[in-house]
């Protein structure tokens, strides 16, 4: 099978437009794999493409793929492998796959998937209408995964579908080299997007009806511009007029400064919330993860966040069985998280990535150890965050109104300002709205409440 490397052309791609071709796009992994594929959308709509919610009938079915542990790897091979039948059924059907995944393993999906027609790392999406122009010309694999130092799609914006929230992407790639990480590969490097592009699209988002705003990075106080840091930036998105939220994701404990704490403090509709991931709770490991702070640093800096934002809610991401963690170094992951209370927890078996530095460390831990740290570290976060939960009974939280709640239409459900999902019985609220609720019960990690918008839920209260 020839693999053909795409030369850059300007060919005008509207000259093959279709209109009746439809596309249908599936990401997987994190919300820069979202806000990627909203890119693609758009990339794809210009070329006449429109988007279907059936799989079954799309001229075009993309899979945004991530390889971040070995499971979301298998995910996507399985997935792809229940599209074959589709591909013999209508041969003219373009199957594609892009992001993480596609950098990494473009050899192995040309060779056990050759009905994948094309294959494109996070960096090419530039080129989809030129792909898509060169695919009606030739039937040959489409493959371009190279990773570039500049590319960050500032001209392009993404064609987002009807929500509360408008992910923006502020910067791409990874230069903290963790050990266990393989997003340094299949990103590549650091770049940061200029202030003026990122308001710019914060104020389209909001013109366009959006009031929550999250800004994106692997690290996103590591964003710098001639024009300002990440603080500035933050400030900038927080002065644009309608925006009712601003949430951000992921800063590194590392790059954490005062400034950001000043500006979060600052602004009301700047969120009380950070996502600040841990990894371990043992000086030692965090050394061999490269994580570039120590125990001490990381619960300090937790003291410092609230010191200065004191119903700061905080969550983080936790890592257990890394290449010789043991059980005196997972137990001071669980020490680690009593400690620092926080709020809610996102836990993971480490999953060797080839490629990596960790996965040629010894003393790999065995599946069944890992299995169980997991299930010891979930029981006590889940505790924690059930208490965490239950403190806030009594108390009145901003919700702002997201979608109809999955268990009944008569509620709705939202997050509070320290991002804790909240259902309350609906009144004349709507969605985006952001109503004040009186937190009557917490369950798992989900509160309960009654908006105090509604006369009798205020007399009730009373
Ligand atoms: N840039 C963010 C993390 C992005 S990846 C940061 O620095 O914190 C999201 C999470 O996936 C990581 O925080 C980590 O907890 C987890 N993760 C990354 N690589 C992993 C691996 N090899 N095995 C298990 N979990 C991993
Ligand atoms: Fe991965 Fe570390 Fe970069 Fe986060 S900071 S994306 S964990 S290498
Ligand atoms: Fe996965 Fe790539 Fe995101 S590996 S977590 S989709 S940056």
């Known amino acids: 099978m020839n693999n053909t490397y795409i030369a850059n052309n300007d060919q005008n791609t509207k000259d093959t437009l279709m209109s009746n071709k439809t596309y249908f ?75 993480c995944m596609a950098q990494n393993l473009k050899d192995d999906l040309l060779l056990n998937k050759p009905y994948v027609d094309v294959i494109l790392g ?118 644009i007029e309608g925006i009712k939220r601003i949430r951000y994701t992921s800063p590194h404990p590392r790059d954490f400064d005062d400034k950001l704490l000043n500006v979060m403090s600052k602004y009301q509709n700047i969120c009380n919330y950070i996502h600040l991931p841990l990894q371990a709770g043992s000086s030692t490991v965090l050394k061999r993860m490269n994580r570039t702070y120590n125990r001490e640093e990381f619960i300090n800096l937790v003291k410092k966040i609230r010191y200065y934002l004191p119903n700061c809610s905080i969550s983080t991401d936790i890592i257990v069985g890394f290449p010789g963690e043991t059980e005196d170094d997972f137990l001071e992951t669980i020490e680690m998280v009593k400690i620092n209370k926080f709020n809610s927890a996102y836990m993971f078996k480490y999953s060797s990535r080839p490629g990596t530095k960790a996965a040629e460390y010894e003393n790999q831990i065995d599946e069944e150890s890992k299995q169980e740290r997991l299930e010891r570290l979930i029981k006590t976060q889940s505790e924690i965050t059930l208490l965490q939960n239950k403190k806030k009974i009594g108390s009145i939280e901003y919700v702002l109104i997201e979608k109809e709640s999955k268990k009944s239409k008569n509620f709705w459900s939202g997050r509070t300002d320290g991002n804790t999902w909240t259902v309350i019985k609906k009144n004349n609220e709507k969605i985006k709205d952001v109503v004040p609720v009186l937190i009557t019960d917490a369950k798992g990690v989900t509160l309960f409440g009654k908006s105090l918008n509604h006369k009798e839920t205020i007399y009730e209260a009373n």
């Not at 500032?154 to 064609?159: G, H």
Request: hydrophobic share 35%; aromatic share 8%; glycine share 6%.
């Open 122 to 239: 996070p960096d090419s999406y530039r080129r989809i209408p030129e792909i898509i122009q060169n695919r009606v010309h030739s039937m040959d694999h489409l493959v371009d995964t190279k990773l570039s130092k500049f590319e960050i799609y500032d001209d392009l914006f993404p064609s987002r579908k009807d929500g509360v929230n408008a992910w923006i992407s502020i910067m791409r790639g990874c230069d903290k080299f963790c050990t266990f990480c393989i997003v340094p590969f299949t990103r590549g490097r650091e770049r940061s997007r200029p202030v003026d592009s990122i308001v710019t699209e914060a104020k389209k988002a909001v013109k366009n009806g959006f009031v929550e705003i999250t800004l994106l990075g692997q690290n996103v106080n590591s964003y710098t511009t001639p024009n300002g840091d990440f603080s500035d930036l933050l400030e900038q998105v927080a002065k």
């Open 25 to 99: 796009i599936e990401t997987y992994g994190c919300q820069m794999n979202v806000y990627d594929s909203e890119l693609v959308a758009t990339q794809l709509e210009k070329t006449g493409y429109k988007a279907t919610k059936d799989i079954e009938s799309a001229s075009l079915i993309f899979l945004n793929t991530c390889a971040i542990r070995e499971k979301a790897q298998e995910t996507v091979h399985n997935r792809l492998n229940s599209l074959e039948y589709l591909k013999k059924r209508n041969p003219d059907l373009l199957i594609g796959v892009l992001g």
